[in-house]
Nanobody, 123 residues
Framework: QVQLVESGGGLVQAGGSLRLSCAASGRTFSNYAMGWFRQAPGKEREVVATISWSAHNTYYADSVKGRFTISRDNAKNTVYLQMNSLKPEDTAVYYC????????????????WGQGTQVTVSS
């Protein structure tokens, strides 16, 4: 089992920045690929960014490319999502997730999920 706890969400004005953190406990964190996903009201959960266990490979959704950065610190069992130039359409609950194997974009393929953290961007 892997337990994931997100933090860092909040209310920010458009153009602002937030840094989300996801602290993991349980099994060896470095064995897992990690992903950040988000879900807005009335919409399906979508991938935001993923990172391989080694951090050598990352993926970003087109909607966040150039604005968001995913990173991880395996020594601290933590994955981060730096979000810059935030837009109102980034408003959603953000979740981190873990899976063994490759980092992929499909939410249903992730084994462990955090409880989510709300990000609200005002215009």
């Amino acid at each position: 089992q892997v337990q994931l706890v997100e933090s860092g969400g909040g209310l920010v004005q458009a153009g602002g920045s937030l840094r989300l953190s996801c602290a993991a406990s349980g099994r060896t964190f470095s064995n897992y690929a990690m992903g950040w996903f988000r879900q807005a009201p009335g919409k399906e959960r979508e991938v935001v960014a993923t990172i391989s266990w080694s951090a050598h490979n990352t993926y970003y959704a087109d909607s966040v490319k150039g604005r968001f950065t995913i990173s991880r610190d395996n020594a601290k069992n933590t994955v981060y999502l730096q979000m810059n130039s935030l837009k109102p359409e980034d408003t959603a609950v953000y979740y981190c997730a873990a899976r063994s194997g490759f980092a992929i974009m499909t939410p249903g393929e992730y084994d462990y999920w955090g409880q989510g953290t709300q990000v609200t961007v005002s215009s």
